[in-house]
């Protein structure tokens, strides 16, 4: 076998290069030399072609494929649209990978029958820490059962050229009947006269006292639609996890937040501000009376049935702030009332109906 000759290795082409031990070119290269590198001559098993990827976001209907994962595919950074998932392979990559088949070629295993779409969190467990979990077959049925719900054919895509399956998405889209699509983003922020001030979701409560004077710290909930028909919301809400209560009716910023029921037009997105402080009030309630609160996920029920949800916001993101008539921080407070075995004073856990500040027990 001569250097620069091709010849092919589990599956994938390879170019022989001289060995540096020994100046033979032979199958040592590759094949028990630990000094020289194999160069493909050809796209990867991660060479993923365009139309590929198109599907893959197309056909995800907006979601993680993980079952009952609701982590958006796609979210939007200051307006505009950044990818929120990672590929993985339902038959590894490479000789190592979790499911990987040797018998596979790597144009197998970089098609779009091999792969879907996952959130960063999920990526990890399936393929790092817990692969002896999640079999091939596993991982297919979930691609199958969430292609099936999009009115796709997945055998018939395997083996389908760039061009031609780029045709078939434009064709299925244009199809397929309009779908009302909307996500849920529960961030942080301050309302700033004039506007509102997103901050870094994990650091927001490191910049509250920077910009006080500007306006109070808020939660930031934004309904979006990235569908195709118009939504109307009729309300919104916080959900405390685990003890699944709800902060019903709260509106901080009546000359702000959109007046409901509120229509959600096709790419367009909706907001609604609570102040943080007050959340931060009836949640040291709810601990006293329900027990540990360790996230928060904003809710918003439409006029059709449905109920949209964010991701889970870790309950210490909020941040230290001071609970009303006190000097100390809510969490301060909240210690202090369980030394002494005290009440929150402030908002009460279970509200009349007439105060704008009630809530809900609630389940999943």
């Not at 197309?58 to 993980?66: L, M, N, Q, S, V």
């Not at 969430?146 to 889209?173: C, F, S, Y």
């Not at 996920?297 to 210490?316: D, F, K, N, W, Y």
């Not at 301060?332 to 005290?342: F, I, S, T």
């Amino acid at each position: 076998m001569a250097v620069g000759q091709i010849t092919k290795a589990e599956g994938r082409l390879i170019e022989i290069e001289p060995c540096h031990g020994s100046g033979d070119p032979t199958i040592g290269a590759g094949l028990g030399c630990q000094t020289c590198v194999v160069a493909p001559s050809g796209p990867g098993p991660r060479d993923y072609l365009v139309g590929t990827e198109r599907a893959l976001y197309a056909f995800a209907r907006t979601t993680c494929y993980f079952p009952g994962c609701k982590t958006p595919v796609i979210v939007f950074v200051e307006g505009e649209p950044v990818s929120n998932a990672q590929i993985a392979h339902i038959r590894g990559a490479n000789p190592g990978s979790p499911r990987y088949d040797p018998a596979m070629t790597d144009d197998e295993r970089r098609s779009y029958a091999n792969l879907i779409l996952l959130c960063e969190p999920h990526h990890e467990f399936v393929d790092r820490r817990h692969p002896d979990r999640y079999p091939p077959e596993m991982l297919a049925e979930w691609k199958a059962q969430r292609e099936a719900e999009a009115g796709i054919d997945v055998p018939a895509l395997a083996g389908l050229t760039d061009e031609h399956l780029v045709g078939l998405i434009e064709k299925a889209l244009v199809s397929i009947s309009p779908q009302r699509l909307l996500t849920v983003e529960l961030c942080l922020g301050v309302a700033a006269r004039g506007q509102t001030i997103i901050l870094p979701t994990e650091t927001a409560k490191d910049y509250f006292e920077m910009y006080a004077e500007q306006g109070p710290a808020v939660l930031v909930l934004k309904v979006r639609s990235v569908g195709g028909l118009k939504a109307s919301v009729g309300s919104h809400d916080l959900r405390l996890v685990p003890i699944g209560d709800r902060l019903m009716g709260i509106n901080d910023f009546p000359s702000i937040n959109p007046p409901l029921p509120c229509a959600v037009d096709i790419g367009e997105s909706q907001t609604w501000l609570y102040e943080l402080r007050n959340v931060a009030a009836l949640i040291g309630g709810l601990r006293k009376v329900r027990g540990q609160v360790t996230a928060v996920i904003g809710e918003a029920s439409l006029g059709s049935g449905e109920t949209i949800e964010s991701a889970e916001l870790p309950i210490e993101f909020l941040g230290p702030l001071p609970d009303r008539g006190s000097s100390r921080t809510w969490t301060e407070q909240a210690a202090v009332d369980q030394r002494a075995g005290n009440r929150v004073d402030g908002p009460r856990a279970r509200a009349p109906r007439s105060n704008p500040h009630r809530s809900r027990p609630g389940s999943r």
